[in-house]
């Protein structure tokens, strides 16, 4: 019997050589990976819903000597969202990249990228997850520079070595684990760390690594110009799934792994840089001059709402109130995983059918490109936290655990980070509207802006309706 788990990993890094080596036919082969990636990853998914967590023992080598593979609620939810978000961004770019060398490079980057992404969500030791955490990162960076542009080019470098910063953070903090416990299954150190220098050392190396990569204040510098000088297909791969990857790795880490170790103060300590990268990310996203740019610097906000939960988790005791607190948590990943793809790929296309995307210039875009204006709305409605989205749910959960847990100081953050996500939302939409008469079509350019408006919808309605099934997938009870 075929192991859906590996198959989730091998099948886009076939897909990956496949179109290496038939560059004529990438993107009819890339296309097929992206179906074929999919079917894998919601085969992990219906048997994680059925079965709860899952592990695969490659070559018959368990744990400590061998590499393994599990999937749990968290993972199989990530895995379902990167799939969904992928195949979105495939078929967007093959209308985006229609032709030249640059369509030809993007698809192996593209399918490694993916592949070093479901192993990164699915490796149990700590040194697997380095490598996929650094494969990830070099397709990253050599994405980002596709275009060839001095900034695009400047932008991926600077990327490229603040990742190996963090990596090599990451990794040292890897050693003194393996020095201390002499194993890297996270498991077993879940069960063997204890509060002592060298797990406390490897702990903060660790998250200050992660914590680089996933552009938490403030070290965000280097984010707002890789993503916003990318093509729009990556700068929605790297906004929507590369940095929320080493957000889950973190998360991981403080859960599972680093647990007795997590001090209130710890915990308090990234609560108020969230709080700070909510307020400053969406500051500066209300002053951007660009639309990308703008994107960019709400994706710094929305890591820093994702951080907000961590202080708030760490108070509460086991129970329902920290179940749904986890599973809010997974939801405002999702619903920005989603919300930033629509936006960075209508964001793409605005900027190729105007020749720029400079925001006090945007006049008549709604007029000229309906769906894709309507696509930045709801994909505004999402970052906004406005209901029906996932965010409307993650942030109400979050702030009712906030009181629950005698941290009201929080909801001030989220009210003015809240506002500021509506100013610049309505500041793009009030430029994209002007007097001009409204074409006859809604979609003009379908193989791009269907996939742009998909996205946007699911994070700003189905998502928020249909979140109960997110209980069950952790293995928790009750719900909304």
């Keep these: 019997m075929l192991d859906s788990l590996a198959l989730a990993v091998s099948v886009p890094l076939i897909g990956a050589i496949l179109v290496t080596a038939v560059p004529g036919r990438a993107q009819g082969l890339g296309l097929l990976a992206a179906l074929a990636t999919l079917a894998t990853v919601g085969l992990v998914t219906v048997e994680v819903w059925q079965q709860g967590s899952l592990r695969s023992d490659l070559g018959g080598w368990g744990a400590p000597l061998g590499i393994s593979l599990v999937a749990d609620g968290l993972s199989a939810a990530l895995l379902a969202m990167a799939a969904l978000v992928a195949l979105a961004v495939s078929v967007y770019a093959s209308g985006y990249f229609s032709r030249g060398e640059t369509k030809t490079h993007f698809w192996p980057l593209w399918l490694l990228l993916w592949a070093a992404l479901n192993g990164l969500l699915l490796a149990a030791d700590l040194f697997n997850l380095y490598v996929t955490l650094e494969l990830l990162g070099l397709t990253a960076a050599a994405l980002g520079a596709l275009t060839g542009t001095t900034a695009a080019v400047e932008a991926s470098l600077r990327y490229l070595l603040v990742g190996l910063l963090g990596s090599l953070a990451y990794l040292l903090g890897v050693a003194l684990?393996?020095?201390?416990?002499?194993?890297?299954?996270?498991?077993?150190?879940?069960?063997?760390?204890?509060?002592?220098?060298?797990?406390g050392s490897a702990l903060v190396l660790m998250t200050a690594g992660l914590a680089l990569k996933a552009a938490l204040f403030p070290m965000h510098f280097w984010l707002p110009p890789a993503h916003a000088n990318a093509p729009a297909p990556v700068s929605a791969a790297l906004s929507a799934l590369v940095v929320k990857a080493a957000f889950y790795l973190m998360l991981r880490l403080w859960l599972d792994v680093f647990a007795p170790l997590v001090t209130p103060?710890?915990?308090?300590?990234?609560?108020?840089?969230?709080?700070?990268?909510?307020?400053?990310?969406s500051w500066r996203a209300l002053r951007a001059e660009r639309l990308k740019l703008m994107a960019a610097y709400s994706t710094v906000a929305q890591i820093g709402y994702l951080c907000l939960f961590l202080p708030v988790l760490t108070a509460l005791p086991a129970g329902a109130a920290h179940d749904d607190l986890l599973v809010a948590l997974l939801l405002m990943a999702l619903t920005h995983g989603f919300a930033k793809a629509g936006l960075f790929l209508a964001a793409g296309l605005v900027q190729r059918s105007a020749g720029h995307d400079r925001i006090d210039d945007l006049g008549g875009t709604a007029q000229h490109m309906p769906a894709t204006t309507f696509s930045i709305g709801l994909a505004g409605i999402a970052l906004i936290g406005l209901p029906p989205s996932g965010s409307f749910v993650g942030k109400w959960i979050l702030m009712r655990s906030a009181i629950e847990s005698?941290?009201?100081?929080?909801?001030?953050?989220?009210?003015?980070?809240?506002?500021?996500?509506?100013?610049?939302?309505?500041?793009?939409?009030?430029?994209?509207?002007?007097?001009?008469?409204?074409?006859?079509?809604?979609?003009?350019?379908?193989?791009?802006?269907?996939?742009?408006?998909?996205?946007?919808?699911?994070?700003?309605?189905?998502?928020?309706?249909?979140?109960?099934?997110l209980w069950h997938l952790l293995g928790f009870e009750g719900g909304l």
């Excluded at 684990?177 to 002592?196: H, Q, S």
């Excluded at 939409?429 to 379908?446: C, D, H």
């Design 406 to 469: 005698g941290q009201w100081w929080w909801i001030p953050v989220i009210l003015v980070g809240t506002l500021l996500a509506a100013a610049y939302v309505f500041r793009v939409l009030s430029r994209a509207f002007n007097l001009e008469p409204t074409p006859r079509r809604f979609v003009t350019q379908a193989r791009t802006e269907v996939p742009a408006l998909l996205l946007a919808l699911t994070s700003a309605a189905v998502l928020g309706l249909a979140a109960r099934p």
């Design 265 to 281: 103060w710890a915990a308090g300590l990234m609560g108020l840089l969230g709080a700070m990268a909510v307020v400053w990310g």
């Design 177 to 199: 684990l393996y020095t201390a416990y002499g194993t890297l299954d996270m498991t077993l150190l879940g069960a063997a760390v204890r509060p002592e220098p060298v797990a």
